[in-house]
Antibody, heavy 122, light 108 residues
Framework: QVTLRESGPALVKPTQTLTLTCTFS??????????VSWIRQPPGKALEWLAR???????YYFTSLKTRLTISKDTSKNQVVLTMTNMDPVDTATYYC??????????????WGQGTLVTVSS | EIVLTQSPGTLSLSPGERATLSCRAS???????LAWYQQKPGQAPRLLIY???SRATGIPDRFSGSGSGTDFTLTISRLEPEDFAVYYC?????????FGPGTKVDIK
């Protein structure tokens, strides 16, 4: 059974760095073809893909946020970590991690975590 | 970046009716790499359709997807009470992955 769970602070101040952890089970990120992405959703708005890390350590970022994002993995702990620097109130959103399904390089999201709401406010 | 447009923004229907949701891409979606998700309030999205027309595991056959190129459709043949939700399309053939703005299916 595949499960993912996000964890991290519910509240961060503007200019701070956000660190989110995705802990998963039911698959291994050392398996060829596996990947995990982070996606966010501002309140009442649509989904926005942020970053992806592949089994082979390849990393991909949403272009406009690339300078603020870092994604990493700890295969032994079954965890993926996302950091986002210089947080702003517009970054207030529910942040999801999701497993990539499909072919290598062409991934939809077949399993999602429940999401964690992050509010950016002083 | 491929921009996805969904229509209508809101679809008001009664249980038992047929729902037809549209997703249009600003350029051709590679190899019909188009997925549909359902999201209910307070929940994560759930994968319904991938590859434009393949149902995900456990998805009832009242959900079907079709289309290619720039025009895609999600059809719910007969709405059940649990189907009232927001539906998003997503293309995964080109980077960056992009989502549409969603169509809300609500009870008439």
């Amino acid at each position: 059974q595949v499960t993912l769970r996000e964890s991290g602070p519910a509240l961060v101040k503007p200019t701070q760095t956000l660190t989110l952890t995705c802990t998963f089970s039911g698959f291994s990120l050392s398996t060829s073809g596996m990947c995990v992405s982070w996606i966010r959703q501002p309140p009442g708005k649509a989904l926005e893909w942020l970053a992806r890390i592949d089994w082979d350590e390849d990393k991909y970022y949403f272009t406009s946020l690339k300078t603020r994002l870092t994604i990493s993995k700890d295969t032994s702990k079954n965890q993926v970590v996302l950091t986002m620097t210089n947080m702003d109130p517009v970054d207030t959103a529910t942040y999801y991690c999701a497993r990539g399904g499909g072919e290598v390089g062409a991934y939809y999201f077949d399993y999602w975590g429940q999401g964690t709401l992050v509010t950016v406010s002083s | 970046e491929i921009v996805l447009t969904q229509s209508p923004g809101t679809l008001s229907l009664s249980p038992g009716e047929r729902a037809t949701l549209s997703c249009r891409a600003s350029q051709s979606v590679t190899s019909s790499y188009l997925a549909w998700y359902q999201q209910k309030p307070g929940q994560a999205p759930r994968l319904l359709i991938y590859g434009a027309s393949s149902r995900a595991t456990g998805i009832p056959d009242r959900f079907s997807g079709s289309g290619s190129g720039t025009d895609f459709t999600l059809t719910i043949s007969r709405l059940e009470p649990e189907d009232f939700a927001v539906y998003y399309c997503q293309q995964y053939g080109s980077s960056p992955l992009t989502f549409g703005p969603g169509t809300k299916v609500d009870i008439k």
